[in-house]
């Protein structure tokens, strides 16, 4: 499965699995929590105009950067950058 196709609760799983933290937290569509994970992981976010506006998002750190990834808000491609920087663009099934 790759990073790109995750969405909904499937995203929100994988974050939690990437935060160490238990299912059940919406992530990828409440700002409320999703916002803070932003700052904490260091997450670059843009609309990217030569994309039709798309977002795209990538984790930024000390010891490089993770893939960038898309999605239709900013807290999807930020939520797909953190599963993609810890587990990498394909995912097991």
Known sequence: M???D????????WVS???AKPAGTAYSSNWEVGGPVIEKERIHVAPMPGKG??????????????????????????????????????LPE
Do not use: F, H
């Open 2 to 4: 790759k990073v790109s």
């Open 6 to 13: 995750l969405a909904g609760p499937a995203l929100d799983t």
């Open 17 to 19: 699995k990437a935060l």
């Open 53 to 90: 506006w798309v977002w795209c998002a990538v984790v930024v750190s000390e010891t490089g950067k993770g893939a960038w990834q898309e999605g239709r808000t900013p807290l999807i491609a930020a939520m797909r950058a953190l599963v993609a920087s810890r587990y990498g663009t394909n």
